[in-house]
């Protein structure tokens, strides 16, 4: 009867054991998430096109001729590791082609390009949201923080 009650005891710490890291994981991560305005107006070719730069929270493509694409890219760098997700709204999110997830594991700079695909006469406009996830903890911080939540 005691082994039967020591094995029991022995499984429940082991179980909790190996829950605590799952449930500390979803703790362990910061999340910032960016807006970006966007704006497109694509045109037949024979009007006169004007062309500006846009900066900010704002990714303006401005007037693009029918047939031609535009690109535009939002720069990222990190001292630590990171994952971004990208998502799309409003009626510009099918002129748009671009990557909607990127996982840097060692930190540093990359760029995610958003393309403007002008197959199609109009006005668009939409919103891209970048959702930045990063670790809370440096490399070895976290298992100092599972230990306090432990002991």
Do not use: C
């Not at 960016?34 to 037949?44: D, L, P």
């Not at 298992?143 to 306090?148: A, D, M, T, Y």
């Amino acid at each position: 009867m005691e082994a039967k009650k020591a094995l029991t005891v022995i499984g429940i710490i082991i179980v909790l054991l190996l829950a605590v890291p799952a449930v500390a994981n979803r703790t362990l991560l910061d999340s910032q998430i960016i807006n970006y305005n966007m704006s497109a107006e694509i045109v037949r070719r024979k009007q006169n096109i004007s062309v500006g730069v846009d900066a900010g929270n704002n990714m303006n493509f401005g007037k693009v001729p029918k047939q031609n694409n535009i690109t535009k890219f939002i720069n990222i760098s990190a001292k630590d590791p990171y994952h971004i997700k990208v998502d799309t709204d409003g009626n510009i999110t099918e002129q748009l082609r671009y990557r909607d997830e990127l996982l840097k594991k060692e930190g540093g700079s990359s760029s995610i390009s958003v393309e403007l695909i002008g197959n199609k006469v109009g006005n668009f406009t939409g919103n891209l949201k970048l959702t930045v996830t990063t670790p809370k903890y440096g490399p070895g911080e976290r298992w100092l923080s599972i230990r306090e939540k432990l002991f």
